[in-house]
């Protein structure tokens, strides 16, 4: 990695600012998912081993740029405190003179959990002022929240200007690594599996990748406005009626360079016939008129995990189906499956697709989950992200 990491840094006793992602759900004043928090506890770990003064940080949500009850981090420092068997005490603010003291009171090898960066508007407003005031808290700065690298914020990219050096932490530095094999050197076949609602959500991912892939497998609702740009009839299922000219030159050029383009074979529609609603499995080619695909079919699913057992890397990112709702879950259950079953490198990007990994009960047996949505797609459309061009390049 060309960015300097953690492990590059001499940590003892110094104030590290550790800019970690804890937007997690939470209800009734509980955390109710805590995958991010426990995603970046080996950043957190190494560094109060190595006798750090933590600073951590993170923004919960959109209270606005004001203080907001419902935002307050402190659910995450008392699930925090949980998993690390210490006292991750909440400071009232993430500036001011107050929150320096106790950051100054820190011992060695202890953390303490700012209040909500979105509390002040210049968080997103990425304003140079409120950075030098988060730069002040700290004598080096770690990036470990790698769902959030994609905004130029004042905690992500202003903060960089004031502070002596910028590092990667050790989840980043695993995502950058995972991620940046698939567009420098993905093992070969590489099976690009795409899902989700729309095409324009994708698109620049697949240009991309196009451009890497041996393979690109698509379902969910995006599948449909391929499969009409071919030609084909889709019932009333969801079609992004402005893509389908991108939709086929999509095609055209995955033909053009001899990636296989595979959309799906067969389908679970619904369909409302005579004031009843049905569910059954159709042939694309005998696609209802007024039927609505709701999950990729068992042929489709055969034909996907052919693919993904032969390929030697494997990258998913969105549902096959309305995964939500069964009996529509199956397909994606499928697939999550034939990743768990892969022998390459298996890589799984979005959180739709990573509660699909969860629910099928495969977590431990996925080569690399990506903590990124936005971030995730962004860096695998060859977009430079924000906060990894922010820190400072090895010597």
């Given at each position: 990695m060309?960015?300097?990491s953690?492990?590059?840094?001499?940590?003892?006793?110094?104030?590290?600012?550790?800019?970690?992602?804890?937007?997690?759900p939470?209800?009734?004043?509980?955390?109710?998912?805590?995958?991010r928090?426990?995603?970046?506890l080996?950043?957190?770990?190494y560094?109060m081993?190595?006798?750090?003064?933590?600073?951590l940080a993170?923004?919960?949500?959109?209270?606005?740029?004001?203080?907001?009850?419902?935002?307050s981090?402190?659910?995450?420092?008392?699930?925090?405190?949980?998993?690390?068997?210490h006292?991750?005490?909440?400071?009232?603010?993430?500036?001011?003179?107050?929150?320096?003291?106790l950051?100054?009171?820190?011992?060695?090898?202890?953390?303490?959990l700012?209040?909500?960066?979105?509390?002040?508007?210049?968080?997103?407003r990425n304003d140079?002022?409120?950075?030098?005031?988060?730069?002040?808290l700290?004598d080096?700065?770690?990036?470990?929240?790698?769902?959030?690298?994609?905004?130029?914020?004042?905690?992500?990219?202003?903060?960089t200007?004031?502070?002596?050096?910028a590092?990667?932490?050790?989840l980043?530095?695993?995502?950058?690594?995972?991620?940046g094999?698939?567009?420098?050197?993905?093992?070969?076949?590489?099976?690009?599996?795409?899902?989700?609602?729309?095409?324009?959500?994708?698109?620049?991912?697949?240009?991309?990748?196009?451009?890497?892939?041996?393979?690109?497998?698509?379902?969910?609702?995006m599948?449909?406005?391929?499969?009409?740009?071919?030609?084909?009839?889709?019932?009333?299922?969801r079609?992004?009626?402005?893509?389908l000219?991108?939709?086929r030159?999509?095609m055209?050029?995955?033909?053009?360079?001899?990636?296989?383009?595979?959309?799906?074979?067969?389908?679970?529609?619904?369909?409302?016939?005579?004031?009843?609603?049905?569910?059954?499995?159709?042939?694309?080619?005998?696609?209802?008129?007024?039927?609505?695909?709701?999950d990729?079919?068992?042929?489709?699913?055969?034909?996907?995990?052919?693919?993904?057992?032969?390929?030697?890397?494997?990258?998913?990112?969105?549902p096959l189906g309305?995964?939500?709702?069964?009996?529509?879950?199956?397909?994606?259950?499928?697939?999550?499956?034939?990743?768990?079953?892969?022998?390459?490198?298996?890589?799984?990007?979005?959180?739709d697709s990573?509660?699909?990994?969860?629910?099928a009960?495969?977590?431990?047996?996925?080569?690399?989950?990506?903590?990124?949505?936005?971030?995730?797609?962004?860096?695998?459309?060859?977009i430079?992200?924000?906060?990894?061009?922010?820190?400072?390049?090895?010597?």
């Open positions: 060309a960015k300097l953690i492990r590059d840094l001499e940590l003892q006793g110094k104030r590290v600012f550790l800019r970690a992602d804890f937007n997690v939470i209800e009734g004043g509980e955390v109710v998912e805590a995958w928090i426990e995603a970046t080996p950043t957190i770990r560094a081993e190595r006798g750090a003064r933590v600073v993170s923004h919960l949500g959109r209270p606005k740029g004001k203080r907001d009850p419902k935002y981090l402190h659910p995450v420092a008392r699930k925090l405190s949980e998993l690390l068997g006292d991750i005490p909440l400071a009232p603010d993430c500036v001011g003179a107050e929150v320096k003291a950051v100054d009171q820190l011992s060695d090898g202890r953390a303490l700012l209040e909500n960066l979105r509390f002040h508007s210049g968080e997103e140079p002022e409120f950075a030098r005031q988060l730069a002040e700290a080096v700065y770690v990036n470990d929240a790698f769902g959030a690298a994609h905004r130029a914020h004042a905690s992500i990219e202003g903060i200007r004031f502070v002596p050096v590092a990667a932490g050790l980043l530095e695993r995502e950058l690594e995972y991620l094999r698939l567009l420098t050197r993905p093992e070969r076949p590489f099976v690009v599996v795409l899902g989700g609602a729309k095409v324009s959500d994708k698109i620049l991912v697949i240009e991309n990748l196009l451009a890497r892939a041996d393979a690109v497998l698509i379902g969910g609702a599948a449909y406005t391929f499969l009409r740009a071919r030609g084909e009839d889709v019932g009333a299922s079609v992004e009626s402005d893509q000219e991108l939709a030159k999509l055209t050029e995955a033909q053009a360079r001899q990636v296989a383009f595979l959309l799906p074979v067969d389908h679970v529609v619904l369909e409302r016939t005579e004031g009843e609603t049905q569910t059954r499995i159709v042939r694309t080619e005998e696609f209802p008129e007024r039927a609505i695909g709701m990729i079919g068992p042929e489709t699913v055969r034909l996907f995990a052919e693919h993904i057992a032969a390929a030697r890397t494997v990258f998913w990112n969105g309305v995964f939500e709702q069964p009996p529509f879950d199956r397909g994606t259950m499928e697939i999550a499956r034939a990743l768990a079953e892969s022998s390459g490198v298996t890589i799984v990007g979005g959180g990573l509660a699909a990994i969860r629910q009960g495969v977590v431990e047996r996925i080569t690399h989950l990506s903590t990124g949505g936005g971030a995730t797609l962004e860096f695998l459309a060859g430079e992200l924000p906060g990894v061009k922010a820190l400072t390049e090895k010597a």
